[in-house]
């Protein structure tokens, strides 16, 4: 039986509020995101016009939520047979409900762990086995970025290298040649464009993903570090 719904409950915290947001007009919010992000891109093209191999787009990124859950699926499909750090953390949130401080807490779901043969030793073991579980989708996922930039930014940027050249080399002819150099230079621009947006769009799937990833990671890490402390 799949137990997606109740593991994403363990590790991201729904905000009711949001799901209201959303509903109220995605489209026009997705729709101005889009047109903000276009505009930025733009400006940002326009005022690196003579170095587009030395300028970089500066992105941000939040948790997204295709990738969290892309994560814990992967966590998921992962699960250890019987009763470990997975089992834990859902006896965990349960007692997060009750008015307990967090050790209690810690020492409250240990108690009901222990019966079935589990020790905090155990705990951490299946806790960093799942850390390496999106250690690995983590360098797959970068993979995948550096295979794309090289192809959609790294080439297009030698693309325009060479262009340059011949713009400079076309601009030392006589006058016959201006025609030539302004249709080139029309295409450097548009080149210049594609790329700034390709860049920020590869920049910012990558820090959603990261952002993501260092989420799920330290929830892991912290919880481990509390077993540690409380469960000796």
Do not use: C, H, W
Not at 209 to 217: E, M, P, Q, R, W
């Amino acid at each position: 039986m799949s137990m997606f719904k109740n593991l994403k409950s363990l590790f991201v915290e729904e905000d009711p509020s949001a799901k209201g947001k959303q509903k109220e007009n995605p489209k026009s919010v997705a729709k101005g995101g889009k047109e903000v992000k276009k505009e930025a891109a733009k400006k940002t093209a326009a005022t690196n016009t003579n170095s587009p191999a030395a300028s970089k787009t500066i992105v941000t990124g939040t948790a997204d939520p295709k990738f969290t859950e892309k994560l814990l699926k992967i966590i998921e499909a992962n699960n250890q047979p019987g009763f470990d750090y997975l089992e834990f953390k859902q006896t965990l949130k349960g007692m997060s409900k009750m008015n307990l401080d967090e050790k209690t807490q810690f020492m409250s779901a240990y108690a009901a762990a222990q019966s079935m043969g589990v020790t905090p030793a155990k705990l951490v073991s299946s806790a960093q086995q799942y850390l390496n579980v999106l250690a690995q989708e983590e360098t797959k996922f970068l993979q995948t970025v550096e295979a794309q930039t090289e192809k959609n930014v790294v080439g297009r940027k030698n693309q325009l290298t060479q262009m340059e050249a011949m713009v400079k080399q076309k601009e030392e002819q006589i006058k016959q040649l201006q025609a030539e150099i302004e249709a080139d230079k029309k295409k450097m621009e548009e080149s210049r464009n594609s790329l700034t947006d390709v860049a920020a769009k590869i920049e910012s799937t990558k820090v959603s993903f990261l952002a993501s990833y260092n989420g799920l990671k330290n929830q892991l890490l912290t919880d481990v570090e509390k077993i540690n402390q409380y469960l000796k």
